[in-house]
């Protein structure tokens, strides 16, 4: 039995990694993202159905005796609900993080203008409603998951749509500029591309430029902005999961910039993870 390890091949407790050599503790840390991945699928999952029947049976109540009920019962039953949806939402995003990896497509080489254009599109009914702006101009190549880089992007976009001030219009730059990430050894740093997302909106303070990307972590109440904080903490595993970063810059009021650097050949890392 390998040192570390339990007879019945559970984690290692705390103590016995001292032990372990480098192989060992990389095998022993990927066991423990793999079981972590899986709990948070199967808890995202199998947690959907009951919750789902509390928000079914909650509405029917309110649809069919709403009228005898008295105005407290009414409103806890309201309460009720609308808990239950946002326990939904928050399963969902939960559901989405643990897939990242458990239902990821290949990495390819991906001209990155073409992602960043399809996103674009897919916002631009919203961005002529809010007469906002978008300027782009982004060149080069990478080897990407694109259905997970075009998430990030539409991610991005939609944080520069959705937090502005009252009575201001979005605007949003989006550029691409040469980069390096470390490498996986000390033969030198990987050549990479960043793409750079400025907008002008409410910005934050720059102690929360770390937390933001925390799983359901909120600077804002619901009732400000809407959401369950997952959508960053989603960007966030999806740039690690490439062997990159997500990383923010915030002014309050004066804006935010978030940096997407991604490697441009994923050979070195092993392909697809």
Not at 15 to 28: A, C, I, N, V
Not at 38 to 60: I, N, W, Y
Not at 100 to 112: H, K
Not at 127 to 143: K, N
């Amino acid at each position: 039995m390998m040192a570390g390890r339990t007879a019945g091949g559970g984690d290692a407790p705390a103590d016995d990694l001292e032990g372990l050599t480098p192989e060992e503790l990389r095998q022993e840390l990927r066991r423990t993202r793999e079981a972590l991945q899986l709990m948070a699928h199967a808890v995202s999952h199998d947690l959907g159905e009951p919750c789902r029947k509390v928000v079914q049976f909650g509405t029917l109540v309110e649809e069919r005796a709403g009228d005898a009920l008295t105005g407290d019962s009414r409103r806890h039953l309201g309460y009720m609900v609308k808990a239950g949806r946002r326990m939904q939402a928050m399963l969902a995003g939960m559901l989405a993080w643990s897939r990242v990896t458990t239902a990821a497509s290949p990495f390819e080489r991906t001209p990155l203008q073409a992602l960043v254009e399809r996103a674009l599109d897919k916002r631009r009914a919203r961005m002529q409603e809010l007469s906002g702006a978008v300027e782009h101009a982004v060149d080069g190549e990478a080897e990407v998951d694109g259905g997970q880089i075009e998430t990030v992007v539409l991610a991005l976009v939609d944080n520069s749509l959705r937090f502005i001030a009252e009575g201001d219009t979005p605007s949003l730059r989006i550029r691409s500029e040469q980069a390096t990430l470390p490498g996986p050894d000390p033969e030198g740093d990987r050549p990479a591309v960043r793409l750079v997302f400025e907008d002008d909106g409410i910005g934050f303070e720059p102690r929360f430029a770390e937390s933001i990307f925390v799983p359901y972590r909120r600077l804002h109440t619901r009732s400000e902005y809407p959401g369950v904080g997952m959508g960053l903490a989603i960007c966030h595993r999806i740039a690690d999961r490439h062997g990159g970063s997500l990383s923010c810059l915030g002014v309050p009021g004066g804006g935010a910039t978030f940096l997407l650097t991604l490697p441009r050949d994923q050979q070195r890392r092993g392909g697809a993870q």
